[in-house]
């Protein structure tokens, strides 16, 4: 159990400051209350008596023992109207925590895999971000990620069955299980969502080694790396990512959840930033790791000790690492700016971008 943030100061400076999110699986934002709400909408039979019965089974030891879980729980969604009511869920929670802007996981083959059309899926959560930016102000956009247990021919069909919807999707990702299915497995799809014009993110280093890190960025070419805290174990990509000022989307409840780190306590969260690197604070799936982006930034400095000017530097991380104009970044900028000012932490403030850049 980790204790409270006692300084009610910085606690009230991370819950207020402008920050996006950059990692955050739409299917792992589904609360157990909302699965079991679709469950009897869609008249689908789970092996769960209740809510508290589904979350007793939220206890992993390792990522395929949550995946195991999280697919199951994403199997009542079938309508385009249940992934806009899991969207908007989130996108509500999302506003109450300061995210000004979010860029959202989802996992296509995990739906069409269960005969769901790819045009429900899509557009019932382009429809919630629509939404969301008019009623809330929030700014969002969809990542499709492939599924890196299954093939690469899979996902060429994947791409293939989402290109008619090409306008509601900004780029591409890589997920699930990690360790056996590295990134050159999916080099060529890759290449060619890269000549599409699609921006390119990949899970690596969240349990794999720092090799399929190399690969992300030199085979694959992506752009910023979710997770990748097993770079810590490599010198020279350390000194590469501080070097390339490549973001890092680190999910710190996720990793403890998942056991990557025995403890919240033991996060490399802070030694990394402090050698430079690009990281920002995510979510990975709130609805399974015991909390949204805010209760993350909470915890993790309630047993770091890290204070306003790492704030700062991670909610300033998140804002230039999205995948925005240079316009809308500058104005989110100069909130975050005043968001320091008005309480008082104007000396956090630092526009060097972090650490000075190694040779
Ligand atoms: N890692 C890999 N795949 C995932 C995750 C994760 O943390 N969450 C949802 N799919
Ligand atoms: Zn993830």
């Given at each position: 159990m980790t204790p409270a943030l006692t300084d009610t100061t910085l606690l009230a400076l991370l819950r207020d400051m402008p920050k996006a999110e950059l990692h955050v699986h739409i299917e792992g934002t589904l609360e157990p209350e909302l699965i079991f709400a679709l469950a009897e909408r869609n008249q689908i039979e789970l092996p769960y008596a209740d809510v508290e019965a589904l979350r007793r089974a939220y206890a992993f030891t390792d990522l395929q023992s949550f995946l195991d879980i999280y697919y199951a729980g994403a199997s009542v969604l079938l309508h385009e109207q249940d992934f806009y009511d899991m969207a908007r869920a989130y996108l509500a929670r999302a506003v109450r925590d300061r995210v000004v802007h979010a860029e959202i996981f989802f996992d296509p083959q995990t739906h069409t895999a269960r005969g769901v059309p790819m045009a429900s899926v899509i557009n019932g959560l382009y429809r919630a971000c629509r939404d969301a930016e008019r009623d809330w102000g929030i700014s969002c956009a969809l990542i499709l990620c492939f599924l890196?247990?299954?093939s690469e021919e899979d996902a060429f069909q994947t791409l293939a069955q989402a290109m008619p919807l090409r306008d509601r999707f900004i780029g591409v990702g890589l997920d699930s299980s990690e360790l056996g299915h590295p990134p050159e497995k999916f080099a060529r799809v890759f290449a060619h969502c890269r000549e599409l014009g699609l921006h390119l993110v990949a899970h690596a280093?969240?349990?794999?080694?720092?090799a399929y890190i190399w690969s992300a960025l030199d085979t694959l070419q992506v752009e910023r790396i979710d997770h990748g805290v097993q770079a810590q174990h490599d010198a020279a990509l350390m000194q590469r990512l501080a070097r390339e000022r490549i973001a890092l989307t680190v999910c710190p409840l996720s990793n403890q959840k998942l056991q990557v780190f025995p403890d919240l306590s033991q996060h490399n969260l802070p030694r990394m930033l402090e050698a430079g690197l690009r990281v920002t604070v995510n979510s990975d799936d709130p609805a399974y790791f015991g909390g949204y982006i805010n209760d993350n930034f909470e915890q993790l400095f309630a047993v770091t000790g890290m204070g306003p000017a790492q704030a700062y530097r991670l909610a300033r991380n998140s804002l230039q690492a999205s995948f925005v104009g240079e316009s809308r970044k500058h104005a989110w900028r100069e909130q975050l700016d005043d968001c320091f000012v008005r309480h008082g932490f104007q000396d956090a403030i630092d526009t060097s971008e972090g650490a000075p850049i190694l040779p």
């Open positions: 890196r247990h299954l280093g969240e349990e794999g080694p720092a």
